[in-house]
């Protein structure tokens, strides 16, 4: 493929949270990679042959890391495929999408997580890593081969949406990740205690549902934590969901163990009673707690406790979401809404925009060990350009991705994405 002529983005307000920059100026992008963002490179003079963007005052910032996201390739391409997903989350601002290890077949070796990355290649126009399975088969009894899978592509470990029950078989996998410098995610939920359908308490006693308890949340995170203390290999909760588990983790990191936590950002913006009358694209695992809880996870955000956000994209068809609540499966697509979701935090002034920019792109890159979330000069070209205040109304008949099961249907947003650029290359613009 022949190399992208060199693209100016000019007159735009520079956000590069991994500097912590926040200025008016332009980026010109070459060969692939940044070569600057700064103030009056355009009147310095244009390159020969490049395309000039006026962004007319629109937010330049570096692409979305998704460190969470299902995608059905291999196995569930009716759910989403590896090149629909990345047509979402171009859409979105999202130019590397980190996927989970729950498809069929299991990505549990080292043939899959090639596959995987071929496949992208061919058909994605953004950049996918995989995580690979923790244990075999995610059975949760024997550890994968780590350093042939991370040898061969994947950049951190998981059981996906299962928890590692057994803290023999999960104390060794940190031991043995360790020596490799490997990230375990783990999913933090007991599953002998997360058999109901929504957050235990008095609103779901109104419903009739069965409730699922924060504590089924805190057990696990305080044995993982006292594990990690003994081990000190490199430890991530998945999706953190109430003030308790916050708690937990702040003594941790005080503590200096390293550990660091990711949140939904479907989890900063819902609570339990946005399920109302039985709303399924409201039903996620871990379910969404209390208003008291997601206030608590704001304040997290913004302090810096909580490092990462995540869409937690989880698409699901019609036939498992036109159910009971109590049947219906679990998940929300989240792609193409990650960003726009969490500028809403920014517009209600819970958090400023360079540290939510941090949280979605340079701290998640930063923990995977991934060349992204910086605008520094010879970075890859992965690029956003967005409006920040731009209104509109989500239609789910207009989103990329191949289901529809989105939290957001019909709510009124600001902010929206007009460029995305992976390797100096356009692959969505908004018309």
């Known amino acids: 493929m022949a190399e992208p002529h060199p693209l100016l983005l000019t007159n735009a307000r520079i956000i590069d949270p991994s500097r912590g920059a926040d200025f008016t100026g332009d980026v010109l992008l070459s060969g692939g990679v940044i070569k600057d963002a700064a103030f009056g490179i355009a009147a310095a003079g244009i390159p020969d042959g490049a395309e000039v963007v006026d962004c007319k005052g629109a937010v330049v ?51 899959i997580v090639d596959f995987i990355l071929r496949r992208a290649r ?15 088969g995610l059975h ?10 991370q040898a061969t592509g994947a950049v951190a470990f998981t ?17 043995y990740a360790r020596d490799f410098d490997a990230l375990i995610v783990h999913h933090t939920e007991d599953a002998t205690m997360s058999g109901g359908a929504m957050n235990e308490g008095l609103f779901a006693s109104r419903l009739g549902l069965g409730g699922i308890p924060k504590a089924a949340e805190t057990i696990v995170l305080e044995r993982d934590l006292r594990l990690v203390d003994g081990v000190r290999g490199r430890y991530h909760a998945a999706s953190l969901t109430c003030r308790e588990s916050l708690e937990v983790l702040a003594r941790a990191k005080e503590a200096g163990l390293p550990v660091t936590c990711s949140v ?20 996620l695992s871990p379910p969404l707690r209390g208003e008291e809880d997601r206030r608590a996870l704001v304040e997290a955000l913004s302090s810096g406790l909580i490092d990462v956000v995540v869409s937690d994209h989880n698409p699901q ?8 609540f109590a049947e219906a499966e679990a998940g929300a ?12 935090l920014v517009h209600a002034g819970d958090v400023d925009l360079v540290n939510a920019l941090r949280a979605v792109s340079t701290r998640p890159a930063e ?27 989500l239609d789910p008949a207009t989103l990329k991705s191949r289901s529809r099961n989105t939290p957001f249907d019909g709510a009124r947003l600001e902010g929206r994405v007009l460029r995305t650029i992976v390797a100096g290359r356009t692959v969505y613009e908004y018309v």
């Not at 949406?161 to 031991?175: D, E, G, H």
């Open 122 to 136: 061919d058909t994605a126009v953004v950049r996918v890593h995989p995580m690979a399975a923790l244990t075999k």
């Open 367 to 393: 923990l995977l060990g991934l060349d992204a979330g910086t605008l520094r000069p010879g970075a890859p070209a992965d690029v956003i350009v967005f409006d920040p205040e731009m209104s509109w109304v």
């Open 159 to 175: 059981d996906g949406a299962r928890s590692i029950a057994s803290a023999q078989v999960f104390r060794r996998a940190l031991s």
């Open 61 to 111: 910032a570096p692409g979305l890391v998704d460190m969470r996201a299902f995608v059905g390739e291999p196995g569930a391409e009716h759910r989403e495929t590896l090149a629909s997903a990345s047509h979402a989350a171009a859409a979105g601002g999202v130019t590397t999408i980190v996927c989970q290890p729950d498809t069929d077949p299991i990505v549990d070796d080292p043939a």
């Open 333 to 344: 697509i989240g792609l193409e809404t990650l960003l726009t979701a969490t500028l809403r």
């Open 317 to 324: 068809d019609v036939e498992v979401k036109r159910l009971p």
């Open 264 to 283: 939904s950002v479907n989890h900063l913006s819902f609570n339990e009673r946005d399920i109302a009358e039985y709303r399924t694209f409201f039903k």
């Open 140 to 149: 949760g009894t024997e550890m994968t081969e780590i350093g042939l899978l």
